[in-house]
């Protein structure tokens, strides 16, 4: 991975959703290549329980600014220590649609081990870039969606674990961004608002 590329990327700031929340794409640097580091939330969220995701939440009055948030956040769910985090750069901000503003820090982190909140987080997962960029562990799909209209949502399928939603639109960013991975340029089916997810993310997720 070419995280430069992270660092110099001028990224999209979204402004005017009802609350911000702010998190930590966590990559692992290995000996066999970097890997990056997600949550499987609880079963008992209330919001996206279940999904992949990455550490981090809403932003508290407490918090400074929204890396105050990513790293507070990250602190809580996984243990990872503010001061061991190298911040690289930032994704475009996203909106979701549970009205949040999710601006995503690129960092790097040790590679050891994480332990998680169970209150939060189900199962911590590091899955490797070599697999996220393969693409027959990729297919995505456009969809009419009751609330954004047309979007392409993205699915990774690795090691039985399936990344998509909000998670997987960030990722996509990252792979174009610091590898070589570039998004085919059709999605492999068209779906309604109300079609199932493809039968492979039921599976898995």
């Given at each position: 991975?070419?995280?430069d ?27 066999e ?14 919001d996206?329980?279940?999904?992949m ?9 407490e ?23 190298h ?18 820090f ?5 590679d ?14 590091t899955?490797?870039?070599?697999a996220?960029?393969d ?11 009751p ?19 909000a ?39």
């Open positions: 991975m070419n995280l590329r992270v660092g110099a990327h001028d990224p999209v700031t979204v402004t005017g959703e009802e609350r911000e929340a702010a998190i930590v794409v966590p990559v692992v640097g290995r000996a290549g970097e890997s990056i580091l997600f949550t499987k939330r609880a079963d008992h969220l209330s996206h329980p279940g999904q995701a990455f550490p981090g939440g809403g932003r508290e009055p918090d400074a600014d929204l890396l105050a948030t990513a790293l507070r956040e990250a602190n809580e769910e996984i243990g990872l220590d503010p001061t061991a985090v911040v690289v750069g930032r994704l475009d901000d996203i909106r979701t649609i549970t009205s949040y503003s999710v601006r995503p690129v960092g790097h982190i040790p050891r081990e994480y332990v998680a909140n169970d209150a939060e987080v189900a199962e911590i997962v899955l490797p870039v070599a996220l960029t693409l027959d562990n990729y297919e995505s799909e456009h969809r009419a969606h609330h954004y209209g047309e979007i392409r949502l993205h699915f990774f399928y690795v090691d039985g674990y399936t990344v998509w939603g998670t997987a639109q960030m990722l996509v960013q990252l792979l174009e961004l610091a590898t070589d991975w570039t998004m085919p340029p059709e999605p492999d089916r068209y779906a309604g608002p109300d079609d199932d997810l493809p039968e492979r993310a039921d599976e898995v997720r």
